[in-house]
């Protein structure tokens, strides 16, 4: 299942080495700039960038300055990633970024169906601005990976949420090193992602931290990169404690009812907690932790639920939304052809051919057990050292519902666990309008956001754009 909708990879070390670079610049027929930048240094071996300024496509907001094009995290590794300004105060705005799950979803989902500058019409061919779009409080920088996601291309060597880590780090060495986005390198970074970002984004923020523990005691040459809010919608956190709410979900949905019948109710419950089922299974996968046997025995808790657990619950819903069925039309896939047009592609610099969720980068991580593999210590541990944390989710999802995200939320063990645990959930609105239900303690938030599926900016846009504002800003969750 892909999780959008639904040893570590070696990298260059960083030397303290001079940087030289190389940097060619040309103009297109269309009008926007080539760019090209070659590190010729140890400290960026095997590292290059290519990219476009300003191609026209998407973003069309005047004086809004774009990037899109690609990193060289390693040999044969291109990682495409589409930057966009901040249409109000770019120079003092916040710089996000936003990951799409899967494994393996392209983050031009995101940028398209969700939080993007632009949506695609239904024609396929032309593109209409996006007045919720959070560019408009935040520099945006989407990235596809790992590599064979999207647009990116070359050799994929990630097979863990671990593994992956490292390169998006890389990516940002190599933009904030280049002329492209050396203003965002002083600046702190919001990390913003879904679905399988439930997994991303804990192990990512803490390889950041790591990385930069390592540069502040003077044994890496490298650019900090600060993360000071991070955002994880709809997230597939704790297998376990997930799996056990796809049952109670689809048993009682608050505010729906029940989704399906008390036959296929029980089925699920059997392949819950029968012995051998899925929860022996998951917390198998648990007690062997990193071990040498723990790929195949997590991946055989992940087959098992998967099967028995996650496909019945299901039903003939569509996973992201339980307001329509399997043949979901909505958010619409428009942008997928607009992506495939050749004009497209020449115009914003892509090499080669879009693909969505390809099952290769997909497989290559699913076939060590990464996805029965729990990271809410890793979250714990970053909510407990007081890092800003927004944990929301849509009402309407299945996959990622958020009464399973919620008891993830309520299983962390952190400093604010006791009176956290203790809130009630809370209205808020937005215009007079009822928009979610949250808790807040100190710098952690959780939110229920009312008629939202998987993707939350795409179902309710302007309370994810007003719920963003509020967490890059530093607040805590409130009537807007």
């Not at 009008?31 to 240094?41: H, M, Y």
């Not at 029968?274 to 991946?299: H, P, R, T």
Request: aromatic fraction near 12%; hydrophobic fraction near 40%.
């Amino acid at each position: 299942m892909h999780l959008h909708r639904l040893v570590l990879s070696s990298i260059t070390a960083i030397v303290s080495t001079a940087v030289v670079k190389t940097v060619s610049i040309g103009t297109n027929n269309l009008g926007p700039e080539s760019i090209s930048v070659r590190f010729n240094s140890q400290k960026f071996k095997d590292t290059n960038l290519h990219y476009v300024k300003d191609s026209g496509i998407c973003e069309t907001t005047p004086g809004v300055t774009q990037y899109s094009g690609y990193v060289e995290v390693g040999k044969n590794m291109s990682m495409w990633f589409w930057f966009f300004e901040a249409r109000h105060s770019p120079e003092t705005a916040p710089f996000t970024l936003w990951l799409n799950g899967g494994p393996g979803c392209s983050s031009m989902i995101g940028l398209f169906q969700e939080n993007g500058p632009c949506h695609v019409n239904a024609d396929g061919k032309t593109t209409n601005l996006n007045s919720y779009s959070w560019n408009n409080v935040s520099n945006m920088i989407y990235i596809d990976q790992p590599i064979g996601t999207g647009f990116s291309y070359g050799t994929d060597t990630v097979n863990s949420t671990a593994a992956a880590a490292p390169f998006v780090w890389q990516a940002f060495q190599v933009l904030f090193e280049s002329k492209a986005l050396d203003d965002y390198a002083s600046r702190e970074l919001i990390f913003s992602t879904e679905s399988y970002g439930g997994h991303y984004g804990p192990a990512f923020v803490t390889y950041f931290n790591e990385q930069n523990a390592k540069i502040a005691q003077g044994t890496l040459k490298a650019e900090t990169i600060v993360v000071s809010a991070l955002l994880i919608n709809d997230g597939w956190i704790d297998p376990l404690i997930q799996n056990i709410a796809l049952y109670n979900f689809t048993k009682n949905a608050p505010g729906y009812g029940q989704l399906l019948s008390d036959a296929v109710l029980t089925n699920i419950s059997h392949a819950l907690w029968d012995k051998g089922g899925c929860v022996d299974q998951q917390e198998a996968c648990y007690a062997a932790g990193n071990s040498l046997s723990s790929d195949a025995i997590c991946l055989k808790a992940d087959t098992y639920c998967g099967n028995y657990v996650y496909t019945p619950a299901m039903g003939n819903y569509d996973p992201y939304d339980l307001g329509q069925n399997s043949s979901a039309l909505f958010p619409p896939e428009y942008y997928v052809d607009y992506l495939h047009t050749p004009a497209v592609m020449k115009q914003i610099g892509a090499k080669s051919n879009y693909s969505e969720c390809p099952d290769a980068p997909y497989y290559h991580v699913i076939n060590t057990g990464d996805d029965a593999r729990s990271f809410l210590p890793e979250l714990s541990n970053l909510a407990n050292s007081g890092l800003k944390i927004l944990i929301w989710a849509g009402d309407t999802d299945i996959i990622c519902n958020w009464v399973g995200v919620y008891a993830s939320v309520l299983q962390m063990n952190w400093y604010g666990r006791d009176v956290f645990n203790n809130l009630p959930l809370t209205n808020i609105t937005l215009n007079g309008v009822t928009i979610a239900s949250v808790a807040n303690l100190d710098n952690f938030s959780f939110a229920r956001v009312y008629g939202a599926g998987h993707e939350v900016p795409a179902f309710q846009p302007a309370a994810a754009l007003e719920i963003f504002s509020q967490i890059i800003r530093g607040e805590q969750l409130h009537s807007g």
